[in-house]
């Protein structure tokens, strides 16, 4: 039977204390060898095993040493992290976790199951400007390009997903230990349709998105920009400006046209 993969959870609300419940949900976690996501409580500097990470399971407490975390603790607590059971300790109510045999566990699983097309859920985990956002499919941690993130440019990946964010993507390509997703494979593509909206010998307002040497470019919707030349006064982004559509080249997916005015604000 092909086994899916394990799709990456959100945040979940304040957990209430749930008694013998709790310890059976772990006892069954702890024989199983299955994993689960908790968050990481705190970071404890002292004590006779070093430092390490707390978690807070209702009201039994996990702990999780340095050389099981797998990453810089620094940057953990505050976060949903995979746990895995390694021990119990039940009359000092305490739970043993290791994050680094949770991530071995779910990675095995995922990159034996998934191929290129596949739609998955992945929970977004760091975003960066320029260079897109790193998300987290069953334990893996894939790229997701700004050309992958929506049709049309993308100046600030920033202001499409964030972390914590919950999406739903498409792999594009997996394997040597890396997975590239996309968000755009799962929009409609603008171009399939857009001679039902757009006409050569039209005009039609769009929004300056920037410019270069004589050139500027105007964004009638995501994925459709269209290129004015010979412009001397380029204004400037954001602007809103009437542009003529000289031709429609279909096959080159571009838009040839020239700047006819600026509005102003209202």
Not at 142 to 168: N, S
Not at 203 to 231: I, K, L, N, Q
């Amino acid at each position: 039977m092909r086994r899916e993969v394990p799709a990456p959870e959100g945040i979940p609300g304040p957990r209430v204390w749930q008694g013998d419940e709790d310890w059976v949900f772990l006892y069954r976690a702890w024989q199983g060898h299955s994993v689960f996501k908790a968050l990481c409580a705190g970071l404890e500097d002292s004590g006779p095993g070093g430092p390490r990470l707390v978690f807070r399971l209702g009201r039994i407490t996990g702990g999780m040493v340095a050389e099981e975390v797998g990453g810089r603790l620094l940057s953990l607590p505050g976060r949903f992290l995979y746990c895995l059971v390694t021990d119990i300790r039940r009359r000092s109510g305490e739970v043993v976790l290791s994050r680094r045999l949770a991530l071995e566990r779910i990675r095995s699983l995922t990159w034996a199951n998934v191929t290129p097309g596949m739609t998955l859920p992945a929970l977004v985990e760091a975003v960066y400007p320029g260079r897109g956002a790193i998300v987290d499919v069953g334990g893996v941690r894939a790229l997701l390009p700004p050309a992958e993130m929506a049709w049309g440019w993308v100046a600030d990946p920033r202001g499409l997903v964030e972390p914590g964010q919950l999406l739903t993507v498409r792999v594009q390509s997996a394997g040597a230990g890396k997975m590239v997703v996309s968000l755009k494979a799962l929009q409609e593509d603008p171009w399939l349709t857009l001679a039902a909206r757009y006409r050569e010998n039209a005009r039609y307002v769009g929004t300056v998105t920037g410019g270069s040497g004589d050139a500027v470019f105007v964004s009638f919707e995501p994925g459709v920009t269209v290129c004015c030349r010979g412009v001397r006064d380029s204004p400037p982004a954001g602007a809103r400006v009437v542009v003529h559509i000289r031709e429609i080249d279909q096959a080159r997916r571009r838009v040839a046209g020239w700047l006819v005015k600026r509005l102003t604000a209202v």
